[in-house]
């Protein structure tokens, strides 16, 4: 073979293989959705989402303590992360060039590195141990810390590609820096900010490693900031993990459920970035 | 877009407003955590009484009785429970005196998967430590073939599953071991978490149960009920007058009943390869753990309040998930020993 | 009377002062992570020094706490994942940034995105009930001979090495092709109109945008390394929980991240507990330094050049976090 016909073959070739590694990443892709998808929509009905866990036993029950234990959860965590992590973004994208904006935003991508078990062990050490009891608030904080560097960069990166005439503009107009950034700024980027905060939630939703010990779990459902609360993923590692066949399909509900919400959400967070970029565009 | 966004404040709004919409009554709340050995029974109690008293909620969670020791001591939990005694160094280390109460009795059984085989299996006690060690490595090793004449073994690799955390269940079945071999005794020993030779490790009763049953070959130790739930062969044990006995309630009830005329003042009894005829070797008593004096009051007596009714109503729904109830001279020292709780 | 000019700059002093104190709060929180860690974990590590590094010996019971077979676990099977998922990765980020057609680019884009999005206990799921009876079958019908080496050696349990590296593997895919589609936009096009000038075929394009952007290249390896190291509970649902170094595919281990989710709320004793707080203060610094040396690759590639095209508007994954569940 000449050296070009080489060339071209090869060149074919690793079109070729390239192809086949992206069919390779979305068979697990379909398998676990389809597999998710039928295990757990047979087990889905009225009284997963409403009943609370039933005795070892008894079928039935479902995970409707879990569910809203995890939007509780990540309630308290976007009270948490938000303020935090916007602020903290607006700061780096005022004064992004100075060296301590560079410490921060490095300190922030480690922070995203961070595994969550390391994270669950640091909400223990602050939030569980000073009180003795599992709390809610615990698990709230550990995912709160977790949203953080998200919300940060997100910030960040969305005001800088909010045109620098509009902070030029009101500042001209005679409005502090703290105006110009909260009042307009922000509000100009605030539609993708929130898809940095839907991204975030999405994220923090499945976790379960640090809740094992901050949140704990909970067999009822509970309210309250002082006490261990149920949430999803836990619920769905129990289950998966014990021996009885009714609560390995649940599990499979719950991980339906799960996976919905993640869903959805990518889904959102892709439309609003879509409008975005058409908007941005013209 | 102004659409989306209304979707998004409102979404988050309904997620920030959650806490507020359901602000319960007054309920109270009461944390438990430890054994998987008794959880079958225990969430049924919990439920029930809940049922009886709807604003009385007792979150109790199996983390493995090492786990609720721990959590007690740390007071991140209200009571505890545990198969496995606490020792004297935990006794020490925990701030004020804990009462160890006994709730059931129950067996821990030997389970197995062995395609092909569905006569129930005999197994010494040593035999048993030995193939727990490793050193009985095949199914149809001599040893175990010995004990079973007629039973066709494979040569199947043998597969042990133990528990990976802190277990009370392991705690019964290796005492028991412990008294059958000597070798047992000084390789592994006693205690709730042990050093193991070999094998596989699953978390909770549960993670035994759905190792061995999805594993073929293995073999595991588990509460009677689990195996029971989950339909997976379990074999008969020899017990001390070298009968082969299978667990059933009325074996472990013989197990519990000399026990029960000698019980000591701190209810830490073991009653591992009892003697007498017909006793189901590997049973033990289950504990539920509380402080003495508690600086809550009011979830003390909510507690006293429930072991009473565990003791005496609670007792009926031992026998329908594979638990033995206790004997009536152990409720009636364990009521004069609730008076020692501070309510 | 204060001229508008100084109050204004008391203002954005104020403003500076404010919004820096939020920003001072993250590099609070990595530094109070690390000072939380070493300070719950003193009593192992004055008990047992370097030794806790090295020691074999995981015994509750006896109080005597070796690291080592986690940090290998660890390390193997991120290692293991690494070697099959960095091909298929690199593929992918290839695929999509240069030979996609535009209408397949996005809809496939946002499929392996998706990948990433898949929370981890779900993965833990689908291992348990689906690869790990694949595994099983793998192992049950692999020759004797085979067996008899070492890295085939062990019981066909399913759960093991094995199962662990292709789960991490599944999962490490999106981060590390997303950071390398990032690097790979990142190089001008320059480059590749460069090669093709100079006669290249599309391969040698390509070939020439990644030897210009090789250290991102391998800063998204390292990262996507940093992730599987991390991951906790898919991996604790599927590798055996036995604490045991051995280099076999089929033997059950156990991993820093798996041994704390399982013993932390049964630590018995206060030495117990310190010693899983000291691994986790080890898989701390291991992945400080590991997503430490990617960033600092990655934007070496990135931030040095001035990219003509718009940057993504959405929060992508780099963005995102990696961090494992």
């Known amino acids: 073979m000449s050296l070009t016909a080489r060339r071209k073959f090869l060149s074919g070739l690793v079109v070729v293989l390239c192809g086949a590694a992206v069919a390779v990443a979305l068979v697990p892709l379909f398998f676990i959705f389809a597999y998710v998808l039928q295990k757990g929509f047979s087990s889905l009905n009225w009284d997963f989402f409403t009943k609370m866990p039933k005795p070892v036993g008894e079928s039935g029950g479902g995970m409707a303590n879990a569910m809203l234990g995890t939007l509780y959860l990540i309630g308290i965590a976007s009270v948490l992360a938000i303020p935090v992590g916007v602020i903290a973004g607006v700061y780096l994208s005022e004064y992004g060039k100075k060296p301590f904006a560079s410490l921060v935003r490095f300190t922030a991508d480690v922070l995203n590195g961070v595994p969550s078990i390391v994270i669950g062990i640091f909400a223990y050490g602050l939030a569980v141990l000073p009180v003795k009891h599992f709390s809610a608030l615990a698990g709230g904080l550990a995912l709160g810390f977790m949203m953080v560097p998200i919300i940060t960069r997100t910030t960040e990166e969305l005001l800088n590609l909010v045109p620098g005439s509009l902070r030029e503009g009101s500042l001209a107009l005679g409005a502090t820096r703290a105006r110009a950034a909260f009042s307009v700024m922000v509000p100009a980027a605030l539609p993708g900010i929130m898809t940095g905060i839907l991204v975030a939630l999405a994220r923090i939703a499945g976790e379960t490693a640090p809740l094992l010990f901050t949140a704990f779990n909970n067999r009822f459902f509970s309210a309250r900031l002082d006490q261990p609360i149920s949430s999803l993923p836990v619920q769905i590692y129990t289950y998966a993990v014990a021996p009885y066949d009714d609560w390995h399909r649940q599990a499979w509900a719950g991980a339906l459920v799960l996976v919905g919400f993640v869903f959805i959400f990518s889904v959102l967070a892709r439309v609003v970035t879509r409008r975005l970029e058409r908007m941005h565009r013209t | ?343 | 009377m204060k001229t508008p000019s100084f109050r204004k700059s008391a203002d954005d002093r104020g403003f500076r002062l404010g919004t820096g104190l939020f920003a001072f709060l993250v590099v609070l929180l990595v530094a109070g992570i690390f000072w939380e860690l070493y300070r719950t974990s003193h009593l192992s590590i004055e008990k047992f020094g370097f030794r806790f590094w090295t020691g074999k010996i995981w015994d509750p019971v006896s109080g005597e706490f070796g690291a080592l077979p986690f940090i290998w676990g660890t390390l193997y099977s991120s290692l293991l994942a690494m070697l099959i998922s960095t091909p298929i990765a690199l593929g992918i980020a290839i695929f999509l940034s240069e030979l996609s057609p535009k209408v397949l680019r996005t809809p496939l884009a946002f499929l392996t995105e998706l990948l990433a999005a898949i929370p981890s206990i779900v993965y833990g799921l689908w291992g348990v009930f689906v690869l790990v009876p694949i595994v099983r079958q793998l192992q049950v019908h692999t020759p004797e001979w085979m067996r008899k080496i070492p890295l085939f050696s062990g019981p066909p349990l399913g759960v093991g090495m094995l199962a662990a590296a292709l789960i991490l593997a599944v999962m490490v895919i999106p981060f590390t092709s997303s950071v390398a589609r990032e690097v790979l936009k990142a190089v001008p096009s320059t480059q590749r109109e460069a090669a093709y000038a100079l006669g290249a075929t599309r391969w040698e394009a390509i070939l020439a945008a990644l030897r210009f952007g090789r250290t991102g290249i391998i800063g998204a390896i390292i990262l996507g390394f940093g992730r599987a190291v991390g991951e906790t509970m898919a991996v604790t649902m599927v590798i055996g929980n036995n604490p045991q170094v051995s280099a076999s595919l089929f033997k059950p281990q156990y991993t820093m991240a798996a041994v704390i989710a399982n013993e932390f709320t049964e630590a018995a004793d206060d030495l117990y507990l310190s010693a899983l707080i000291e691994i986790g203060l080890v898989l701390f610094v291991i992945t400080l330094v590991i997503n430490g040396l990617s960033r600092l690759l990655i934007w070496s590639v990135t931030r040095q050049i001035k990219v003509k095209a718009p940057r993504a508007l959405a929060p992508t994954l780099p963005a995102a976090p990696e961090a494992a569940a």
């Open chain 2, 1 to 343: 877009m102004k659409a989306i966004r209304f979707l998004i404040a409102s979404a988050f709004g309904a997620i920030l407003a959650l806490p507020a919409a359901t602000a319960q009554a007054q309920t109270v709340q009461i944390n438990g955590a430890g054994a998987t050995f008794p959880y079958p029974i225990y969430s049924k109690w919990f439920s029930e009484y809940n049922k009886l008293h709807p604003d009385i909620e007792i979150n109790y969670q199996s983390i493995g009785s090492g786990g609720g020791i721990r959590q007690l001591t740390n007071q991140t939990v209200f009571f505890g429970a545990t198969d496995g005694p606490m020792t004297s160094d935990q006794q020490f280390a925990a701030p004020g005196p804990i009462l160890h109460l006994p709730t059931v009795l129950g067996a821990v059984v030997p389970i197995y998967n062995i395609p092909g085989v569905d006569t129930q299996l005999k197994f010494s006690g040593k035999v048993l430590a030995d193939v727990i060690m490793g050193k009985v490595t095949k199914w149809n090793d001599a040893a175990i073939a010995g004990l079973n004449p007629g039973v066709k073994l494979p040569a199947t690799d043998i597969t042990v599953a133990h528990r990976s955390d802190g277990s009370g269940t392991t705690y019964i079945f290796v005492d028991y071991l412990s008294k059958v071999s000597p070798d047992f005794k000084k390789t592994v020993g006693v205690a709730t978490s042990v050093n193991w030779p070999v094998g596989v490790g699953g978390k909770g009763n549960e993670g035994v149960a759905g190792l061995v049953k999805q594993t073929p070959g293995s073999i595991g130790y588990v509460e009677l009920v689990y195996a029971t739930q989950n339909k997976i062969d379990y074999g008969s044990v020899q017990n001390l007058n070298g009968e082969f006995v299978s667990a059933t309630l009325e074996g472990v009830t013989a197990a519990a009943s000399a026990a029960a005329m000698a019980m000591p003042k701190d209810f830490r009894v073991s009653i591992t390869n009892a003697p007498g005829a017909g006793v189901y070797p590997i049973s033990s008593f289950t504990w539920i753990l509380l402080y003495e004096h508690p600086g809550d009051k009011k979830r003390s007596k909510i507690m006293v309040d429930f072991m009473k009714w565990a003791l005496t109503e609670g007792q009926k729904y031992a026998t329908d998930l594979g638990y033995a109830p206790l004997p009536a001279q152990v409720v009636t020292l364990e009521m004069e020993a609730l008076k020692r709780i501070s309510i």
